[in-house]
């Protein structure tokens, strides 16, 4: 599916709501087919990752007679998530290839609804918010690391003297003159992070902080990376008060509420809503949540994904055609309109069997790369048997773009501490960390470096950045190519387009879920699952949906109240687990 042109979105203004001015719906300006089916009784995912099993999971709940049939291109589920255990002298340790931890928050209901489907929480393991991998996190800037702020703690006198001294803090008294810089010309629909932070602070932060903190969440380039979709709340106020401070002031001022208000789109209230009223958690499950800042599995978040495929191939309603390669889609109109698959199984001896099926649904989370790029991470797993290596403790540090190249010759983005994340996952003593390395460094790159050199790099950093000299007795190494969607300059715009695309050609028989579309976090992939199965209750699978409502949803933005959602604890319908 690519497509040749690019729509803008319409501008809009602010209104104030309360939170039961929306509709339950979350399908906006939906047709419907008059169908007899009472249900869709064939339906493909294509995609085995995250987003392809949890969607087929939901969905299974919502439609217990359907035959649910998920292809695969590897040999293996779980997409990027791989956890992988190692034997060691007096135990062994665990290795994450991907991403190793979630995130409690209003986008965690529906994998904590998830969890608790799978009977997982007596293997959820918790990192509170008193523990040093929650408190203690660090940027590398000009040649050491700085320690931030703790989230949720007033600052330190102390650590903000340290963060001045370093340079890393340069430019940010801007931020108190932002109010009176110049408004965004009106034919600005979209510009890089790094454009927007200049223009209306100093670009300093952006190239010190915020490009850091981008290094961690997309391996990306603060200057390629869209402002007005990734900080989309502070573009909104920009463009209707002229400033961003000036916005949140007005915005607040303005509210009818008396505490604290923030911007929503209303799709992002209504799919809150619908959480809030469908998801029913446990309550010491919400309980341990709310007094955590991330958590994983013992066996790490590989064990979600073992745990979803085993509970979906034992219910007799969902068939894996792993090795299978999803090549074309075509629409059949008719009375009952279908979707013809066309696949191609991997043989023996680099032989292709071609079939053909077809199917009522179709649950998409293929890539499509005229939407957006992607970067290539390679991750760096080293196991010491001496413990206390490390010269801090903390999460870890990421590095960020403005690092002289003598200080970063390996384009590291980011090392965790694995010692100090989750603890709970080891049986033996030592030191463990992951360096992440390449991202948009290695955009044009043709050829990555092969395992040994991959160690070779992440030894030289850690070397230089931590002055770790020992020897590791693991180490592995994990090259994930085109693993994370960049959502650059003109994504928002690329995104409705191709929304309509889908709309007109698939007539709501084909939806969209995965990291390119609605996120690159866990959370965020499994919310998007969750919210396409709800959206097919009923006769909500007739309609004219895409999975990228949002996207085309022209509704005006909201003010909403900042504690509405904005944490997990005591947020959810809470019952018994089962």
Not at 391 to 405: A, R, T, W
């Amino acid at each position: 599916m690519r497509l040749r042109r690019h729509v803008p979105l319409l501008q809009s203004t602010l209104k104030h709501v309360s939170t039961g001015q929306f509709a339950p719906s979350l399908c906006v300006r939906c047709r419907r087919y008059a169908s007899s089916a009472t249900y869709p009784e064939n339906i493909a995912v294509l995609g085995g990752g995250i987003s392809g099993l949890a969607s087929a999971h939901f969905i299974s709940k919502e439609f217990p007679n359907s035959k649910i049939t998920v292809y695969e291109s590897d040999k293996d589920t779980g997409g990027w998530i791989q956890s992988r255990r190692e034997d060691v002298p007096g135990g062994n340790v665990l290795f994450e290839h991907g991403p190793r931890t979630l995130r409690p928050g209003p986008n965690c209901m529906p994998t904590a609804q998830l969890i608790q489907d799978l009977d997982l929480l007596d293997n959820v393991l918790y990192s509170k918010r008193t523990s040093v991998g929650a408190k203690n996190r660090f940027i590398y800037y000009p040649d050491r690391l700085n320690q931030l702020p703790s989230p949720g703690e007033p600052p330190q006198l102390g650590n903000i003297i340290d963060l001045w001294r370093s340079g890393l803090l340069a430019g940010v008294f801007s931020t108190l003159l932002e109010p009176w810089r110049p408004p965004r010309p009106h034919n600005l629909v979209d510009e890089s992070i790094g454009s927007f932070i200049t223009r209306r602070t100093d670009k300093r932060i952006a190239n010190n902080v915020v490009s850091a903190v981008m290094h961690g969440i997309y391996a990306g380039d603060v200057w390629q990376l869209s402002a007005r979709t990734l900080l989309a709340q502070a573009w909104k106020l920009e463009g209707l008060h002229g400033s961003v401070w000036r916005g949140m002031f007005n915005v607040n001022s303005e509210s009818p509420h008396s505490e604290q208000v923030a911007l929503s789109h209303p799709y992002d209230h209504d799919a809150l809503r619908a959480m809030r009223e469908d998801i029913s958690l446990d309550n010491k499950f919400v309980d341990l949540l709310g007094e955590s800042t991330m958590f994983s599995f013992r066996n790490g978040l590989q064990e979600l994904i073992k745990a979803l495929q085993r509970k979906l191939e034992g219910n007799g309603q969902v068939e894996f055609k792993l090795e299978t390669r999803a090549r074309d889609l075509k629409y059949i109109a008719g009375a009952e309109p279908k979707v013809e698959l066309i696949a191609e199984k991997n043989l023996e001896q680099e032989n292709l069997e071609q079939t053909t099926q077809k199917y009522d649904l179709v649950i998409s989370s293929l890539p499509d790369k005229s939407l957006a790029p992607y970067v290539t991470v390679m991750t760096v797993n080293l196991f010491f048997p001496k413990p206390g290596l490390l010269p801090v403790q903390g999460f870890g540090y990421l590095i960020p773009q403005s690092i002289p190249f003598e200080q970063n010759p390996e384009r590291a983005l980011g090392v965790i501490f694995d010692s100090y994340t989750v603890t709970g996952q080891d049986t033996a003593s030592g030191t463990k960390l992951t360096v992440m390395l390449g991202g948009h460094w290695w955009n044009d790159w043709t050829h990555f470096p092969d395992q040994n050199e991959g160690v070779e790099l992440a030894r030289s950093v850690i070397r230089r950045h931590l002055h770790i000299t020992d020897d590791p007795i693991r180490a592995h190494v994990n090259l994930s190519e085109d693993c994370i969607p960049q959502y650059t300059v003109g994504y928002d715009d690329r995104l409705k387009a191709f929304a309509q695309k889908v709309r007109d050609d698939y007539r709501g028989r084909v939806r969209m879920v995965g990291n390119l579309y609605h996120g690159v976090g866990v959370n965020d992939c499994v919310k998007a699952a969750w919210l396409v199965a709800r959206g097919l209750r009923g006769n909500g699978w007739k309609e004219w949906g895409t999975g990228l409502e949002r996207a085309l949803d022209e509704r005006e933005w909201v003010a909403v109240p900042m504690g509405q959602g904005m944490g997990t604890r005591g947020r959810s319908r809470v019952g018994k687990s089962g």
